[in-house]
């Protein structure tokens, strides 16, 4: 285990017995989140390499954030109103990287689960992102650049192709 955490602010703005307005079981979701575990981190640091390169997902990708990050490690209303886990700033800095059909949204007051925000954040949050389902969830992937093929298709590893099915029919 590294010897640092998250902090109680972030646990703090949500559960109703401090801030926040959700009662929830503590043992699921401790005010302080779970020990930061070297290997955890090592995963966090590989994806975010791997996002700089660039990731190039087929498919339109939605990135929603609040419009502020709140860096403190003792309480402060504006917790309230911010994401207090993650910086905001890298993640509209990085979306780009995610692929070539990227949409960000972003929410003033929101928290860092969006759909923990408080009411009227919330609803702007389900609104969003009901719009942007029905926009591009039908779409399908998008075209792939500069002439490369999509990924193929998985499948289990013992199990026919959609080809062979289809032959053997």
């Known amino acids: 285990m590294i010897p640092f955490g998250l902090g109680t602010v972030y646990g703090e703005s949500l559960h109703a017995d401090h801030r926040g307005e959700w009662r929830y079981d503590l043992a699921w979701k401790p005010l302080a989140g779970f020990p930061v575990r070297a290997g955890w981190l090592n995963a966090i640091r590989t994806g975010q390499r791997r996002l700089r390169a660039g990731l190039e997902i087929p498919v339109p990708v939605l990135v929603a954030c609040s419009t502020r990050t709140f860096r403190g490690t003792k309480w402060h209303e504006s917790a309230t109103l911010a994401d207090?886990?993650?910086?905001?700033?890298?993640?509209?800095?990085?979306?780009?990287?995610?692929?070539?059909?990227v949409t960000l949204a972003r929410f003033d007051g929101g928290l860092?689960?969006?759909?923990?925000?408080?009411?009227?954040?919330?609803?702007?949050?389900?609104t969003e992102v009901g719009r942007w389902a029905e926009a591009f969830l039908g779409a399908g992937p998008?075209?792939?650049?500069?002439?490369?093929?999509?990924?193929?298709?998985?499948?289990?590893?013992d199990g026919p192709s959609p080809t062979d099915a289809a032959v053997q029919s």
Request: proline share 12%; aromatic share 4%; net charge positive.
């Open 142 to 157: 998008t075209a792939p650049a500069d002439g490369a093929r999509p990924p193929a298709t998985r499948r289990p590893a």
């Open 84 to 101: 207090a886990v993650l910086d905001v700033n890298h993640m509209v800095r990085w979306a780009p990287r995610l692929g070539r059909h």
């Open 112 to 126: 860092h689960d969006l759909t923990l925000s408080g009411p009227a954040v919330r609803e702007r949050v389900f």
